[in-house]
């Protein structure tokens, strides 16, 4: 007996179990069964479409080859008139096609249009080498030249992707990170006990509660670390704070207080979770008195 499943359709983006190669899985896990690879799969499709479409000319490609057209055009109405008159007069053909024809067709030949072209193109080129703007080719100046704006992705080519934290805010104090930095080097007595122990407390949270890794690209870099964005700015804060407050590094202090459980944030409860076992409760946060485990909450105010 042969048993055979058909697909209810027969179109991959219809199915609701399907991920795609390249896709980021930011929450949960599971098992996942390859049905394609290579040329077979939907980003191989897009990639031979994209493959298979000509190459259009410019704009200056199109203009020049109408102008070259058009000058044809008219150099072999001109030898034919010259042609028909000369046999008209009694004028020998061959003299007539050699002295008429053949040298008016050569005349309008412009023999100057290609130097002229690529010595204007270069001195556009240089002026916009000096504005910062590299061009490949010069047949896409014309192109280039013609735009009024020019809309870049921002990620990387006008910023580094790089998040830092500004300002901090906790029991009613706001702080620059300067400043932050400077409480955590001291006790600020003046402050009161109550304004330290919440410092300390937000400084436990921000290194804890955090999905930052730390990869290694070779086997001979560093590791550095790796995660989102937002993730990666509050690292690197509260690790220079942990640093400044308890004189050892953020990823001693996580393994000190190993993390038990995690939900991570996602952007419909707008809250990340965690527990941790804290054997090195140095920062004197709050915990479960008999299992010394420690729930830290970090999302979205409302």
């Known amino acids: ?41 939907l980003i ?13 000319s410019s704009t200056l490609k199109a203009d020049i080859q109408y102008f070259v057209t058009m000058l044809a055009v008219v150099a072999l109405c001109q030898a034919a008139v ?11 053909p061959l003299d007539v096609f050699v002295n008429g024809f053949v040298t008016i067709m050569i005349g309008n030949v412009p023999q100057g249009l290609p130097t002229t072209l690529t ?19 010069l047949d896409v100046i014309e192109t280039l030249g013609s735009c009024t ?9 006008l910023t580094k992707n790089l998040m830092t934290v500004a300002h901090t805010w906790w029991h009613g104090c706001k702080l620059s990170g300067d400043d932050f930095f400077e409480w955590c080097k001291t006790e ?12 300390l407390t937000l400084m436990s949270a921000g ?59 996602n952007s419909e409860v707008k809250w990340q979770l965690s527990i941790h076992r804290m054997l090195d409760n140095s920062l004197n946060i709050n915990v479960n008195e008999s299992s ?6 970090k999302g979205a105010p409302d």
Not at 119 to 137: D, H, P, Q, S, Y
Not at 228 to 246: I, K, N, P, W
Not at 292 to 297: E, R
């Open 149 to 157: 704006l020019i809309c870049t992705d921002k990620t990387g080519t």
């Open 119 to 137: 010595a204007c193109l270069t001195i556009v080129a240089e002026r916009m080498g000096e504005r910062n703007v590299f061009v490949k080719k």
């Open 207 to 265: 290194a804890l509660n955090s999905r930052v890794l730390l990869e290694q690209k070779t086997a001979d870099s560093e590791p550095t670390p790796s995660g989102d964005a937002s993730e990666l700015g509050l690292y690197r804060f509260f690790s220079q704070t942990v640093t400044y407050r308890l004189n050892q590094d953020i990823e001693t202090y996580r393994r000190n207080n190993a993390k038990l459980f995690e939900i991570p944030f």
């Open 1 to 41: 007996v042969t048993v055979r499943t058909i697909a209810a359709d027969p179109n991959a983006l219809e199915a609701k179990n399907l991920i795609f190669n390249g896709a980021l899985v930011v929450e949960g896990s599971c098992l996942a069964l390859v049905i394609r690879t290579g040329d077979a799969t």
């Open 292 to 297: 010394q485990d420690a729930l830290i909450l």
């Open 188 to 199: 600020h007595n003046q402050a009161g006990p109550t304004y330290l122990s919440h410092l």
């Open 82 to 92: 010259v042609f028909l008159v000369g046999i008209l007069r009694g004028l020998s």
């Open 44 to 56: 191989g499709t897009m990639v031979s479409l994209t493959t298979d479409v000509g190459k259009s």
